[in-house]
């Protein structure tokens, strides 16, 4: 048993290290759960459920990964792990939750932590319409701004060149 994982294929790594048991393979826990960065990878299925089996053991390796992911991984951990969680679990999720749903930037907005605190009414009602007041503003004037930029780029054109 080498308990490395190979390849986005190696499923027969990742059934030793999960039959290993927990705790007793918290050492390979960081290595399985950075296999999940490509959702697509054929052993990033198995991975999640273990994961959400572990539950509040191991609540707090799946925040850590998810904050220091990019915007993708974060993606697909808030769907396919932290979204599953029992509402005992998700319950201490709910401070990172609110964190990445409140990070509008130019580039980022993670919708699926606004869905999940939704969803499952993590937080009141007002605490979600200010974050989405927020966003919203946010994101408008990045469409305002964008709007300006793409409107002088293009009538900076000669107007034989412009073509629609």
């Not at 799946?62 to 808030?78: F, G």
Request: proline share 4%.
């Amino acid at each position: 048993m080498t308990n490395k994982i190979l390849d986005k294929g190696d499923q027969a790594s990742v059934d030793e290290i999960i039959a290993i048991g927990y705790p007793q393979n918290t050492e390979y826990l960081d290595e399985l759960l950075s296999s999940t960065c490509d959702p697509n990878w054929p052993i990033a299925g198995p991975i999640y459920q273990y994961f959400i089996k572990l539950g509040k053991n191991e609540v707090d390796r799946v925040l850590v990964a998810a904050s220091k992911a990019d915007n993708d991984w974060r993606y697909s951990l808030i769907i396919q792990i932290i979204s599953c969680y029992d509402d005992e679990t998700l319950n201490e999720c709910i401070n990172d939750l609110k964190k990445w749903a409140s990070a509008t930037g130019s580039d980022e907005c993670d919708f699926e932590a606004i869905r999940v605190l939704t969803d499952r009414e993590l937080i009141p009602a007002d605490e979600i319409a200010q974050i989405a007041k927020r966003n919203l503003f946010v994101y408008n004037i990045w469409i305002k701004e964008t709007l300006e930029a793409a409107n002088r780029a293009l009538y900076s054109l000669p107007s034989g060149e412009h073509k629609l």
